[in-house]
């Protein structure tokens, strides 16, 4: 059973950081290509980050490069999202995603739950 399990969300000011992290189990981590999505309130889920199953490759929105990092650690099956001068546009429920593609996409084998990330200006 593979399960991810999102955590790290929470309330911060304009400006402010956050650093998510997403807990994999129940697959071989290190074969899955991982991803960041968001989805706001009344909005579509939208891409964040994605990165490689070696770590070597990433990719980013636009909207968020420049101040998003996604790293990942196989050895701990976790991969993390570090979120810097965050602003209230920011605001959404953060889900992680696997999938054994390089490009992980909407149609992921496998979601987290999601974590709240609510920036207040």
């Known amino acids: 059973q593979v399960q991810l399990v999102e955590s790290g969300g929470g309330l911060v000011q304009a400006g402010g950081s956050l650093r998510l992290s997403c807990a994999a189990s129940g697959l071989t981590f290190s074969t899955y290509g991982m991803a960041w999505f968001r989805q706001a309130p009344g909005k579509d889920r939208e891409f964040v980050a994605g990165?490689?199953?070696?770590?070597?490759?990433?990719y980013y929105a636009d909207s968020v490069k420049g101040r998003f990092t996604i790293s990942r650690e196989n050895a701990k099956n976790t991969v993390y999202l570090q979120l810097n001068s965050l602003n209230p546009e920011d605001t959404a429920v953060y889900y992680c995603a696997a999938d054994r593609r390089f490009r992980v996409g909407y149609d992921a084998n496998y979601w987290g739950q999601g974590t709240q990330v609510t920036v207040s200006s």
């Open positions: 990165i490689s199953g070696s770590g070597g490759l990433t």
